[in-house]
C-alpha cells in the first residue's frame, strides 16, 4: 500500500466525458482520459484492505459482487500510486487478458463493492485505473505477440468469437493447443463488435487484439456458420475437442396484435446494422435502420434499451420513448440491498442522459407494457397501445399486473430490447447437445452430454456480462486442458 492517508487527502477523479450535445455527433468513444499523474493519484486512494471486497467476485443475494476474475486489484492499484506501469500491466494480465474490453464496458462490480466506496461515498476509481494500465501497456509494447514456445499436437475448434471464445481460445493456444476460431459473421468479436456499440467499445479495440492473437498462431474463419455451413461431424472428424461459445441470442420476443407490422425490430439486429454500416461505408451504404426523423419506442429499459436509446439519437430520431416493466428503482440503496452487494439503486446510462440534453426529459417510462401494435395502411408501424402495471402479489408471487389504464403513442420505429431466452437450437442440434429448460447448453463444469464438446460463455449460463464470459473462457480452458493432457496447468 503506497499512501496510508490516500483515500481521504485525494477525493475521486474520473475521466471527462463529452457533452451529450456534443457526442451525439458522430459513434465516438467520448470519455476523455485523465492525464498519466492525475491517474496515478487515483491508485493511491485505493487502501490495500484486509479482505480486498473489490477482487472477491462472490454472489451475494442473487448478484455478482466484486471482480468475477478476481482482478488482483489492490495490488495494481499500487502499482499505478508508484508509477510501475510496466509492472501493473504484467499483474493486470496475469487474471484479465482483455482489459482493454472490461475497462471500456465492463459496469465495474468492482467498484460497486469497493470498501472506499462504502467509507468515503466515492469508491476507488479501478476501471479507469485497469484503462490507463492497458492503454499504457500497448504503447509501451508490453502487450505483444507471445507465441506459444512449443505445440502440443491438439486441435482444438472454437465456434464463436465472443469474448468467452476469445477468452479460451487464448488460453488454449498459449498452452500449445492449436486453436481454430469460427466465426458466423464478417468480423470477429461477437456482441463486443455488433452489438455493444461503437461509442462504448471503439472497433479497432477489438481488431488490435485480434492480430495479436493471429500473430500468436490462432487461426480465423470467419463467415462459417457451425451447424448450417460447417458441419459439426466436420468439426468433431478433424479437432480433438470443441469448445461452443455461441452465445444465448435467442431474443425475448413481444407477441401482442400487430407485431408484423413492418418499422418493428429486435435491439440486436438494429444495433448490428448501424455497426456494420457504420465500419463498411461510414454509413454511405445506406443498410443501417435508421432512426433519422422518426419517434421511437423502444421496448426494455435496460442496458440494451440503453444502446438503442443512444444510437437512435445519434441517427437523428425525432422523439424516444424507454418501456420498462419494473417500477423505478431507488437513487439509494434500499434496506436489504446493503454493501457490498450491488446495489439496486436508479442510474441513468449515457443514453438515457442524451435524450435528457436533446428531448429535456427521461425517455424511461416505469411500470408499463405493449399491449398492441398499431399500423397503417402500407402495413408499417405507426402507433403502440401501453398498459399500465402495478406490483401486485398474485397466488402467493408478487407480480406486474395492469391495471387497467391504457395510453396510446405514435412511433414509427419499434427497437424490442426485452432480454433473450437461451442460444439458438440449431448449433445446439447440430453437436446433440443437450438445453437446459431456460434455453441454455445443459454441462457439468463446461463439458456436454458428447465426449469432447464443451460449452461455455452466454451459451451456458445465459445473457451476462463480458466480464463472465472471460472468467468462463479462463475456466473452460482449463478444464478442455485436461481432457486434452490429463493434467493442466492453467
Ligand atoms: C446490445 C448489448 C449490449 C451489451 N453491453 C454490455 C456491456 O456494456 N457490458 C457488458 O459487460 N456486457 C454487455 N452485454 C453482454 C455481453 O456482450 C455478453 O454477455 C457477452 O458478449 C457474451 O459473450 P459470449 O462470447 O458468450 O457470446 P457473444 O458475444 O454473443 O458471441 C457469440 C459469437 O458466436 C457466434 N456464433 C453463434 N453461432 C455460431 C455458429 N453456429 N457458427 C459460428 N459462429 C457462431 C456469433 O456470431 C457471435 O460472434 C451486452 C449485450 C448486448 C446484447
Ligand atoms: S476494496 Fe477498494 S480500497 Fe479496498 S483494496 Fe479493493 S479497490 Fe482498494
Known sequence: MGKPTGFMEISRQTSQEIAPEERIQNFNEFHIPLHCDEQQAQGARCMDCGVPFCQSGMMIGGMASGCPLNNLIPEWNDLVYQGRWDLAAKRLIATNRYPEFTSRVC??????????????GSPVAVKENERAIIEYGYESGVIHAVPPPARTGKRVAVVGTGPSGLSVADLLNKRGHKVTMYERSDRVGGLLMYGIPNMKLEKWV???RVKILEEEGIEFVTGADVGRDVPAQELLDSFDA???????KQPRDITVPGRDAEGIHFAVDYLTSVT???LDSNFADGKAISAQGKKVLVIGGGDTGN???????????TDILQLEMMPCPPAQRAPGNAWPEWPRVLKTDYG????IAVFGRDPRKYQTTVKEFYKNEAGKVCGALIARLESKVVDGRRMMVPTGEEFTVECDLVLIAAGFVGCESYVADAFGVERTARGNVADVKYATNQPKVFVCGDMRRGQSLVVWALREGRDTAAVVDE???GYTNL
Not at 460497486?112 to 468515503?120: E, I, L, W
Not at 444502446?307 to 430520431?317: E, K, N
Not at 438515457?352 to 435524450?355: K, L, P
Open 206 to 208: 477489438i481488431d488490435r
Open 307 to 317: 444502446d438503442c436509446v443512444g444510437t437512435a439519437i445519434r441517427q437523428g430520431c
Open 242 to 248: 470443441v469448445v461452443l461459445c455461441c452465445g444465448a
Open 352 to 355: 438515457q442522459q442524451e435524450a
Open 276 to 278: 456494420k454500416s457504420l
Open 107 to 120: 459496469p465495474a462490480l468492482c467498484e460497486a463493492a469497493c470498501t472506499c466506496g462504502m467509507a468515503t
Open 483 to 485: 481432457s486434452l493432457m
